[in-house]
């Protein structure tokens, strides 16, 4: 244990860290010190901000990730949070009310410079590029919460209930997703 609280101080590496019997479970970021009885993590945001500081006693911890896709994901959002931040000015027209979830998804349409997320039914929500949309369907290349490639799906328009374009967490999606096909890990 100790050889990885060493690498992630003084590599500045990414770690998950499982706590016996916390409500929260885990904790994610880079060690900044440790002791025999402590370690002090930086913490950090989904979205590669500094939250504050975890101090820890050793004997709590339950297990420690590293080396892992999240890992390596959450070290590039780190490094590059401030593109988040950066939210480009986006017009949106609805012509008719009826077919407000098509008029929007139209304007969206073969985009990759922005990730659209839609919730279905009131219930789940899907991010991705619109491939293609008609009056009775949408095809979205979905993409997930680490900018991974998850195929395509087919959904309804009707069953659209509201639809969010460029978002916070889409801006995420997005940069971890440019970050993958620039490293030869994406099949869209």
Known sequence: MIDILEKSKN??????????NDVDGFW????????EDFII????TKYGKPDGLLVEKIENIESIDFDYDYSRAMEYLIQNSSLIDLD??????ITNPDTWQKDILDQQ??????IVRIQVNNDNYYS????????NSLILALIGNEGQDEGKSIYKIEDITSIRVNDIENRKKLLLYNWRKNSGSSRI
């Open 109 to 114: 349409t073969g985009r990759k410079d922005r």
């Open 28 to 35: 994610s970021g880079i060690v900044k010190d440790y002791t």
């Open 11 to 20: 590599k500045k590496k990414f770690i998950g860290i499982w706590l016996y």
């Open 41 to 44: 993590l930086q913490h950090y």
């Open 88 to 93: 480009a000015k986006i017009d949106l027209k």
């Open 128 to 135: 991705g590029f619109v491939l293609s949309c008609d009056d």
